[in-house]
């Protein structure tokens, strides 16, 4: 048709003369043409449009009335084609041609999507997350940084977990990510579904991440008792403090319940020094303060911090750079402030416990049940792993046997007690003859009292000559949880040791004295009732033994340089 029209021009353009031509007047009656022809080819093309896979539309009737063309409309002169028209006479060719086929049936419905899926348009598509590579710096607690490079969508666990591997640590599921604010005075523990990307991107360039220890990240869990006071939780008050543990924390997590913390609180005074001591009440919508003794109605209450934008962190500066009443302060910092002290809500508790009862149920009202899943995921991972084998060995390991050789025959031990016992039977063997050999006159180098000094120097919980604030420092970091140990010089004693520990959240010290006896050194805890011959002897048995502790060792005190 496209051809016939244009043959048509040809002829008509040549037997007219050339004298009264108006181009103008050319352009408007070749469009008129067109729009004319277009019609008429509209009426005679009876065609059925054709949906997705080939099928035809039954249901909608396409009906078309030609419109009559006046005689001023009809073609009389050739005249020039204009570009869009003619575009537009190729689209609607290449449409008509497509729609005057047969209708052909999808051999294959199965494999396209019907015509309902939310694939047919492009704007029910979802929107793809921002991707790409981010980069990270990461500090350890001696100062040291490393640079790694990370997905937009890793989460602070996942971080963790590589660190951890690319360090060759013992994963333990102990390991934190901390968010540390220098300028700011503050640091908080990221939560194991948060992530890494979008933390960093509401931080300044003087802030930074570490990579530490946090025991005590899901202690709550284990313990709720001691982190949750039936006087500061209002609904232990309403029952009578007949709470089980277990129905505490259901109530945590449950969104329907309102369970609330309240009790006094040191609230500074917005761009003051000036500290007020408040009763304060923190809510799933709040934290707000009673303008009127301890009064809970609504209009005595006002709203201290939202939980939804803010973030709770632990104040590292101590008392004195905020005139704070107590040693015990935190503060609530909403998530656009970047470097604004004005706009930090800092608070002030009385004591240890209730400070860590704030901050826990700070994370449980924001997060929610997002915080279990977070401590329920490494033990099924490790659950997972214990049904199919044993922990990983190497091959070697795995064809090592026990064996006895005291008789003619040496035979294989089959009872793990007794290998065990074997095994120290050994190893105090191996001490005797080293000791031996050395009084003998071997040329060994391994001398009893210069090995007794130093072994204890590489292992991860000794550190060194470190004052006792420091070592209050390091155990608050990772912490405060019972059975939290690390051991160091003896700043009073140049020939002692001392054992920090932690227990009820409060930081015990021990003095470890050397003793002599039958011309041999050893070390004791109390007063040479126990005597060890080196510190790891020692920290291996108060693992296993109290004896005059308040609790058993559990976890080291770690610092690992990146």
Known sequence: MYR???MVFFFLFLSLPEDDVDLEALVNDMNSSFESLYTSCCVQTESTPLLHNGQPHRSTTYQTQAQPTSPHQRLRRSQPMHILAVRRLQEEEQQYRTSSLPAIPNPFPELCSP??????SSGSLPQCQPSGKYIIKIFSEDGMGKVVEIPADMTARDLCQFLVYKNHCVDDNSWALVEHHPALGLERCLEDHELVVQVQASMTSESKFLFRKNYAKYEFFKNPLSFFPEQMVAWCQETNGTIPPSQLLQNFLNSSSCPEIQGYLYVKEMSRKSWKKLYVFLRRSGLYFSTKGTSKEPRHLQLLADLEDSNVFTVITGRKLHNAPTDFEFCIKPNKVRNEVKELRMLCAEDEQSRACWMTAFRLFKYGILLYQNYKIPQQRKTLLSHFSAPVRSVSENSLVAMDFSGRIGRVIDNPVEAQSAAMEEGHAWRKRSQRMNILGSPSPLHPSSLSGVIHR?????HGRISREESHKMIHQQGRVDGMFLLRDSQSNPKAFVLTMCHHQKIKHFQILPCEEDGQMFLSLDDTATKFTDLIQLV????????????????PCTTVAL
């Open 458 to 462: 590489t292992q991860l919980w000794f």
């Open 540 to 555: 291996e048995f108060y693992m296993l033994n109290r004896g005059v502790l308040p609790c058993k060792l559990k976890h």
């Open 115 to 120: 015509a309902s899926s939310p694939t047919l």
């Open 4 to 6: 016939i029209c244009m």
